[in-house]
């Protein structure tokens, strides 16, 4: 089961391959704390940010267990007025916004033509004309000039006000206290909180300013995600610390993140997602909502499933193994058959083998599952072969280790 048939895929994007950029760094407002903190930094389109602070498997463990601190200030805030904000986003966005009520959010995908994803994103309705689109770092200015773009017959204005925001997410089961009990933020009712549902937001002020509360997050976990001015991150992220060292509160890193979300079957973009990629494809055929009007990208929609045939034929699978060597990012996979009929004789325990089959997939994303203790990848794979349970081979470094497909994601939390 693909996150888009249980819930909303939630924020777009944790820890990527993302290239390196060759301008200067961009920094978080938050830099210095995480530096005080002890932080190892990598580049993240063009952004220094924190990758871990003391290590991968104590901050995973903490946000399943208790509740994780992050810092995810390269998101790009992008927002939508006007009196014709709702039917732009219907057009520029593949998900019908003008049907979400004000405080509720949605994922959506900003497509090409060809039906490719641009971006995938989450958008806020805070008003009936006043909407807030939130997209990954790595495709920052791309989505920002495709909105501009098609913006152009519509009567809105789209701003980029990123750089005036600071994004802090609080994630894991203890989340709702840290929040009811930080000092300095407050909403318009102390019960609004734990009323929140997922998926919805609502305004409130934290040292007299104004900041926006959202019941959203890419973990898998419940979790809160605070849009607040930039001169006030320093102080929020101290006293969320403060009121969270009881429930065990820890600062979290990308590594964290990206481990989180792979456990939860959550896609991210350069990896699951991509312009090569149709939603479909990605277990994501939902979220273009073909009941609305026109909107860029619906009549390639609407060819690929009509015609089952066509270039984009592999999907999106989980995969899970035995031992401990994870699949990674790039690695093929083969049929089992082909696999072991291999003029090298494949063998269960992974023996060396040839490469004379044809690869039926390729791993996106693989890593050894903090929580199952056991090897976890998501990969696209040949339609013939992507049943529950069928048995597949992926070649590690030269070794093909048996994996089964699974259905996602590998991890659901516990709900009351």
């Known amino acids: 089961m693909t996150p888009a048939d249980s819930a909303p895929p939630a924020a777009p994007e944790a820890a990527s391959s993302e290239p390196a950029s060759s301008a200067q760094p961009v920094f978080s407002p938050l830099h210095d704390t995480h530096v005080a903190a002890g932080a190892l930094f990598t580049d993240f389109a063009g952004w220094q940010m924190p990758v871990r602070y003391t290590s991968d498997l104590a901050e995973h463990h903490a946000v399943r267990m208790a509740a994780g601190l992050f810092d995810l200030s390269h998101m790009a805030e992008l927002a939508v007025r006007g009196p014709q904000a709702a039917e732009f986003l219907d057009y520029a966005l593949a998900g019908k916004l003008s049907a979400t009520a004000v405080g509720q959010a949605?994922?959506?995908?900003?497509?090409?033509?060809?039906?490719?994803?641009?971006?995938?994103v989450v958008v806020y309705r805070l008003a009936d004309d006043d909407f807030l689109v939130v997209a990954n770092a790595g495709n920052h200015e791309v989505a920002y000039n495709t909105l501009l773009e098609r913006a152009a017959a519509f009567d809105v204005t789209v701003a980029d006000e990123s750089d005036g925001v600071a994004l802090i997410a609080v994630q894991g089961p203890r989340a709702l206290e840290i929040l009811m009990n930080t000092a300095g933020l407050v909403t318009p009712d102390a019960r609004d909180l734990a009323a929140l549902k997922y998926y919805w937001s609502q305004p409130a002020t934290y040292a007299g300013e104004d900041l926006l509360v959202a019941r959203t997050g890419y973990?898998?976990?419940?979790?809160f995600e605070l849009y607040t001015p930039v001169a006030l991150a320093t102080q929020l992220w101290a006293d969320l610390m403060a009121a969270g060292e009881p429930f065990g509160l820890v600062p979290a890193g990308l590594a964290a993140r990206d481990t989180l979300r792979l456990e939860a079957g959550m896609p991210l973009y350069g990896h699951e997602l991509g312009l090569d990629t149709l939603p479909a494809q990605a277990g994501l055929g939902r979220v273009p909502n073909l009941s609305k009007g026109d909107f860029?990208?619906?009549?390639?929609?609407?060819?690929a499933s009509s015609n089952p045939t066509s270039a984009h034929e592999r999907v999106l699978v989980g995969l899970l193994g035995d031992g401990k060597r994870a699949a990674r990012a790039g690695y093929e996979l083969f049929a089992a058959d082909a696999a072991s009929a291999d003029a090298n004789g494949a063998d269960a325990a992974g023996a060396e083998t040839g490469a004379r089959a044809q690869p039926i997939g390729v791993v996106t994303s693989g890593v050894l599952s903090p929580t199952l203790g056991l090897p976890v990848a998501m990969a696209y794979i040949d339609p013939r072969y992507s049943t529950a349970d069928t048995l597949v081979w992926v070649d590690v470094r030269g070794k093909r280790l048996p994996f089964r497909i699974t259905p996602l994601p590998f991890y659901s939390r516990k709900r009351d």
Do not use: F, N, Q
């Not at 973990?219 to 979790?223: I, K, L, N, P, R």
């Open 106 to 120: 949605k994922y959506s995908m900003l497509l090409a033509e060809s039906g490719g994803i641009i971006d995938d």
């Open 296 to 303: 860029v990208g619906r009549a390639a929609l609407e060819r």
């Open 219 to 223: 973990t898998g976990e419940d979790g």
